[in-house]
């Protein structure tokens, strides 16, 4: 079974940056899709970004321009890159993972595989 595990949430300053890793269990990104998601407290979880492998990366749109995500295939591992970050995108931050060729989705439930999440907290 696929196994993902973010980190690298905590506390930044507004305005400040942060990234975040998604460890894969197994060799995937050539043949999953990743998805980033966020999930404020009282809110819905949405999409931030989706990856398609030889394809390219769709940002949701209050991201674009601030959050780049990157991958190492060597170590099975995706990174979400976030800065010039706001107190309103704290959150429980997780990646995703759905098998490729149904093109990009920000939709949660178009993703059958999660990480337990990582804290993103935006303070002063």
């Known amino acids: 079974q696929l196994q993902l595990v973010e980190s690298g949430g905590g506390l930044v300053q507004p305005g400040g940056s942060l990234r975040l890793s998604c460890a894969a269990s197994k060799f995937i990104l050539d043949f999953y899709d990743i998805g980033w998601f966020r999930q404020a407290p009282g809110k819905e979880r949405e999409g931030v970004s989706c990856?398609?492998?030889?394809?390219?990366?769709n940002y949701e749109d209050s991201v674009k321009g601030r959050f780049t995500t990157s991958r190492d295939h060597a170590e099975n591992t995706m990174f979400l890159q976030m800065n010039s970050l706001n107190p309103e995108e704290t959150a429980v931050y997780y990646c995703?993972?759905?098998?490729?060729?149904?093109?990009?989705?920000?939709?949660?439930?178009?993703?059958?595989?999660w990480g337990q999440g990582t804290q993103v907290t935006v303070s002063s």
């Open positions: 995703a993972a759905r098998r490729a060729g149904n093109g990009c989705s920000l939709r949660q439930f178009d993703y059958e595989n």
């Open positions: 990856t398609r492998n030889r394809v390219g990366t």
